[in-house]
């Protein structure tokens, strides 16, 4: 079974640009999640889309969005780049919709560098 | 809402040595709690789970036991090697929320040949 898979794996952008970042899940995994990480401020979530859907959000501002496929490929977009929006950008999907005590499976992500 | 708060890094120790990672972590329901590792240049991968109170899930080596009545859920191997230096994540998961986990700051061990 193929993992999760994200493109592209390194990105450069400048202040004010957009960004979307693209997602494909575990096949027959339903849940995506994106997830932040940072030095300083370790694993965030940012939302969680399950069946076209958005479940969850975390508290990131409304320049970051997101949106899911009906084949649960999911994309995540950001406007406005600023500087602090330097990360690695982590997807994860999830087998179930409420097997909450199944793990998630992370791709590698996509290391984006905003100057 | 839930937190996770692991033991400070970065950590080293000597190949063979016995490693501990302390986790601890706040809940409103009765999360399932995992450890992940993050090896350079890659996504996080499950190490290890354990879904109710006094099981113990291990892997390659490493166990932890969850422990509701001290809110803890500590890393743990008896002898580590070169290869096991990673980056370490504590994590729950608290129903319906799967796909939301809560995460800990991440332990670094270094293992030192």
């Known amino acids: 079974k193929a993992g999760v898979t994200q493109t592209p794996r390194y990105l450069i952008k400048t202040r004010g640009q957009q960004v979307t970042l693209s997602c494909s899940p575990i096949?027959?995994?339903?849940?995506v999640s994106w997830y932040q990480q940072t030095p300083g401020q370790g694993l965030q979530f940012l939302f969680e889309?399950?069946?076209?859907?958005?479940?969850n959000k975390g508290n990131f501002p409304g320049r970051f969005s997101g949106r899911q496929f009906s084949n649960s490929r999911s994309e995540m977009n950001v406007s406005t780049l600023e500087l602090g929006d330097s990360a690695l950008y982590l997807c994860?999907?999830?087998?179930?919709?409420?097997?909450?005590?199944?793990?998630?499976?992370f791709g590698n992500g996509t290391r984006l560098t905003v100057t | 809402g839930n937190s996770v708060t692991q033991m400070e890094g970065p950590v080293t120790l000597s190949e063979e040595a016995f490693l501990t990672i302390n986790c601890t972590y706040t809940?409103?329901?009765?999360?399932?709690l995992f450890w992940y590792v993050q090896y350079p240049g890659e996504g996080l991968q499950l190490l290890l789970k354990?879904?109710?109170?006094?099981d113990k899930g291990s892997n390659k080596g490493f166990e932890a036991t969850y422990r509701k009545e001290t809110t803890s859920f500590h890393l743990e191997k008896g002898s580590v090697q070169v290869s096991d230096s990673a980056v370490y994540f504590c994590?729950?998961?608290?129903?319906?929320?799967?796909?939301?986990?809560?995460f800990g700051d991440g332990t670094t061990l270094t293992v030192k040949p």
């Open positions: 994860a999907s999830h087998g179930g919709s409420s097997s909450y005590n199944s793990p998630l499976h």
């Open positions: 096949s027959g995994h339903r849940s």
């Open positions: 889309y399950f069946s076209e859907t958005q479940r």
């Open positions: 809940a409103t329901g009765y999360p399932s």
């Open positions: 354990a879904t109710k109170a006094d």
């Open positions: 994590a729950l998961s608290d129903r319906p929320n799967a796909g939301k986990s809560t």
